[in-house]
């Protein structure tokens, strides 16, 4: 019994949406005051990890906005090993940031108070969530390109679309 999946991507998408701008916005205040310096440290940049989390966050925005534009707009630019592409780079871009940021502050030693390693500490967790819908995202892509090999059709699955305005 086919199911249609249009009800339940677009929550899925606005939620990647809201976490990449949390992170966005931990990540950017991380990657200021780490490089800024202060009376308790003073490094001459910030780490590449919390740049790398950074990067992802701005990767997010472009691919997510690829992900609901092609498909509602542009259904020629939806292909499905594209839109594969883009589900599986972007969900190995999400596990190899949060692990690297949290490996960096479990090398660290973070301090109780300090306010940019809980703020590094809050990209993290929003990040592995990020990682997980990401990763339930790549099934399902996976799963529409598994099923439709054999047909020779490139084009997307309408099940797995983000309705257009109407």
């Not at 390109?145 to 679309?161: C, I, L």
């Amino acid at each position: 019994m086919p199911t249609n999946l249009n009800t339940f991507i677009l929550p899925v998408r606005i939620v990647q949406g809201v976490f990449t701008i949390i992170i966005l916005g931990l990540t950017a205040y991380v990657v200021n005051s780490w490089s800024t310096p202060s009376n308790w440290y003073t490094y001459p940049h910030s780490p590449s990890q919390a740049n790398f989390l950074l990067f992802c966050s701005i990767w997010t925005i472009l691919i997510l906005a690829y992900l609901i534009l092609a498909l509602a707009r542009f259904p020629a630019a939806a292909h499905k090993y594209a839109i594969l592409a883009a589900e599986a780079v972007t969900m190995v871009f999400w596990f190899a940031g949060f692990v690297a940021l949290a490996s960096l502050l479990g090398d660290v030693g973070c301090s109780r108070y300090w306010g940019v390693c809980r703020a590094s500490e809050a990209a993290v967790v929003f990040g592995a969530f990020e990682w997980l819908l990401f990763t339930g995202t790549t099934i399902l892509a996976a799963l529409h390109v598994w099923r439709s090999r054999k047909t020779g059709n490139t084009a997307h699955d309408p099940a797995v679309e983000v309705q257009p305005a109407v």
